[in-house]
Nanobody, 128 residues
Framework: QVQLVESGGGLVQAGGSLRLSCSASGRTFSNYAMGWFRQAPGKEREFVAAISWSMTKLAYADSVKGRFTISRDNAKNTLYLQMNSLKPEDTAIYYC?????????????????????WGQGTQVTVSS
């Protein structure tokens, strides 16, 4: 049974940085695109970033482009999200997810229904 476990969330002041990690069990991590989503109170879960299984294609939501960086270490079965220049509106629970299908080398899914495995989430709070 593959599981995803996020860590690295916390409380940070506006302008600060955090690095989220997502550890995956099982041997299939490197075969799938991975993504980060977030959900703020009273809002729907939204796409943040995705990385292809080949690590050659990245995708970002416009709201985080230039501030967040997604990366992965397939040898460690770990996905990362480096978040810089954090803003209060980045406050949310952050989830990592695994794509439902392998897709092409450049597959970077953005829709929630393109993912079938989710972590439990980690809280990120940015104070003003």
């Amino acid at each position: 049974q593959v599981q995803l476990v996020e860590s690295g969330g916390g409380l940070v002041q506006a302008g600060g940085s955090l690095r989220l990690s997502c550890s995956a069990s099982g041997r299939t991590f490197s075969n799938y695109a991975m993504g980060w989503f977030r959900q703020a109170p009273g809002k729907e879960r939204e796409f943040v970033a995705a990385i292809s299984w080949s690590m050659t294609k990245l995708a970002y939501a416009d709201s985080v482009k230039g501030r967040f960086t997604i990366s992965r270490d397939n040898a460690k079965n770990t996905l990362y999200l480096q978040m810089n220049s954090l803003k209060p509106e980045d406050t949310a629970i952050y989830y990592c997810a695994r794509a439902a299908t392998r897709g092409s080398w450049g597959y970077t899914p953005r829709r929630r229904d393109e993912y079938d495995l989710w972590g439990q989430g980690t809280q990120v709070t940015v104070s003003s």
